[in-house]
């Protein structure tokens, strides 16, 4: 079936420290989008990828979709604890529905 | 508005109990899906509707099922309990299916099987 892999599964970094999660398709995408859940939260929508070598940022948030619209990369600089939480991608797979990566739950070590 | 409510926000059932989980979205989109969440599983699509009047199985359909009551409403239903089921629900919704667009999430519900 359709998957998307997701790296770190966990990580724990000073307060200040960049960070960088990843996914990974074995298929090309039609497009990723990122998620972030806040503890005892739902999960809430960042930012959509659509073309083939996008960069996108939010404030000391930088997204990447590959050339080959098969892997995403989603890197913070200089955390805060403000940061805290689990963030996701989601590929689509050009039908009607997301596939969500396992997520990477981010910890800020003040 | 709203957007995506979900009832109830807890419930414990016993095994074989049955329960429905109500949802419903404000924002007058067509495709609305059902996920659970297990620790370190990520979240798991069990049912999706891309319109009013179709339903569709996700990933993982089994021990559910689903009702597309009109464009607003989306429930989901447990038969028969199992603690197997014991996880988060989330509802979303998004304007249309495929091509790309935003889902909005409900609040969730935290069910436990006994």
């Known amino acids: 079936g359709q998957q998307v892999m997701q790296i770190p599964q966990y990580q724990h970094v000073q307060e200040g420290e960049d960070f960088t999660t990843y996914c990974n398709s074995s298929t090309t995408l039609s497009n990723i989008q990122w998620y972030k859940q806040r503890p005892g939260g739902h999960p809430v929508f960042l930012i959509q990828l659509v073309k083939s070598g996008e960069v996108k940022k939010q404030k000391r948030l930088t997204f990447q979709f590959g050339e080959a619209k098969k892997n995403s990369s989603l890197h913070i600089t200089a955390t805060q604890t403000t940061d805290v939480g689990t963030y996701f991608c989601?590929?689509?797979?050009?039908?009607?529905?997301?596939?969500f990566g396992t997520g990477t739950r981010l910890t800020i070590i003040p | 508005n709203a957007g995506v409510t979900q009832t109830p926000k807890f419930q414990v059932l016993k095994t074989g109990q049955s329960m429905t989980l109500q949802c419903a979205q404000d924002?007058?989109?067509?495709?609305m899906y059902w996920y659970r969440q297990d620790p370190g599983m990520g979240l798991r699509l069990i049912y999706y509707s891309a319109s009013e009047g179709t339903t569709d199985k996700g990933e993982v359909p089994n021990g559910y099922n689903v009702s597309r009551l009109n464009k607003r409403e989306f429930s989901l239903r447990l038969e028969s309990a199992a603690p197997s089921q014991t996880s988060v629900y989330f509802c979303?919704?998004?304007?249309?299916?495929?091509?790309?667009?935003?889902?909005?999430f409900g609040p969730g519900t935290r069910l436990t099987v006994l």
């Open positions: 989601a590929g689509e797979f050009g039908n009607e529905k997301l596939t």
């Open positions: 924002m007058n989109h067509n495709s």
């Open positions: 979303a919704s998004r304007r249309t299916a495929g091509g790309g667009g935003t889902q909005y």
